[in-house]
């Protein structure tokens, strides 16, 4: 049975930093990191390949979010740096155990596994 918990999420001011980690159990292939804004649809925004090691990134999070593990690959954090007010939205971490998530896709529907959520909010 998988389980993922994310932590780390509350309020920043624009141009801060906030580290999220998402605490994984289960044999999985890849972890991605979601978000979704009230009004908008889930985006994925980055992912790391717990059996490949490769990440991959949306363009809102190339060059401000870092993708990582702890080394163990059962705790993966997404570094954000530079947040912005578009950055407020709830963040979720989703795994794959299947072979073809080792690509890194972005897609939700890739992911059979979700947790609950964390709430990050950019305000002034």
């Known amino acids: 049975q998988v389980q993922l918990v994310e932590s780390g999420g509350g309020l920043v001011q624009p141009g801060g930093s906030l580290r999220l980690a998402c605490e994984a159990r289960g044999t999985l292939t890849a972890i991605t990191w979601f978000r979704q804004a009230p009004g908008s649809r889930r985006e994925g925004i980055a992912c790391?390949?717990?059996?490949?090691?490769?990440?991959n990134y949306a363009d809102s999070a190339k060059g401000r979010f870092i993708t990582s593990t702890d080394g163990t690959k059962n705790t993966v954090f997404l570094q954000m740096n530079n947040l912005k007010l578009e950055d407020t939205a709830d963040y979720f971490c989703?795994?794959?155990?299947?072979?073809?998530?080792?690509?890194?896709?972005?897609?939700?529907?890739?992911?059979?596994?979700w947790g609950q959520g964390t709430q990050v909010t950019v305000s002034a």
């Open positions: 989703a795994a794959s155990p299947h072979m073809f998530a080792s690509a890194c896709p972005l897609e939700d529907s890739a992911y059979n596994y």
């Open positions: 790391f390949g717990v059996a490949s090691g490769r990440t």
